[in-house]
């Protein structure tokens, strides 16, 4: 039974940080994201990991900012966020691929964690 479990979220002032951790049961798959979603808004990528850990992705709206990393003992991916905007606001989801794809597309997504809220003010 796959699942993903986010945890991290919460509230911070502009210019603060976060981390964001995503358990995977029973194991991280090829290609691991993090995507946000603010109220009114589709759904975006933020952030892609795959081969290993091997490769990252990022938004270009976040680069320089997150950093997305893996580690393969813990089952973990995590998403750490600095210099934290405003606009930066969402819930965040954690999603797993088997395989290969365009990392921000949401179709290549097997499966999704229930998201964990980040407010910045």
């Known amino acids: 039974h796959v699942q993903l479990v986010e945890s991290g979220g919460g509230s911070v002032q502009a210019g603060g940080s976060l981390t964001l951790s995503c358990l995977v049961f029973?194991?991280?798959?090829?290609?691991m994201a993090w995507f946000r979603q603010a109220p009114g808004t589709e759904r975006e990528g933020v952030a892609a990991?795959?081969?290993?850990?091997?490769?990252?992705l990022y938004a270009d709206s976040v680069k320089g900012r997150f950093t997305i990393s893996q580690d393969n003992a813990k089952k973990t991916v995590y998403l750490q966020m600095n210099s934290l905007k405003p606009e930066d606001t969402a819930m965040y989801y954690c999603a797993g691929s088997l395989k290969a794809g365009v990392w921000h597309r949401m179709g290549i997504y097997n499966y999704w964690g229930q998201g964990t809220q980040v407010t910045v003010s």
């Open positions: 990991i795959y081969d290993g850990g091997r490769n990252t």
């Open positions: 029973p194991s991280i798959h090829h290609t």
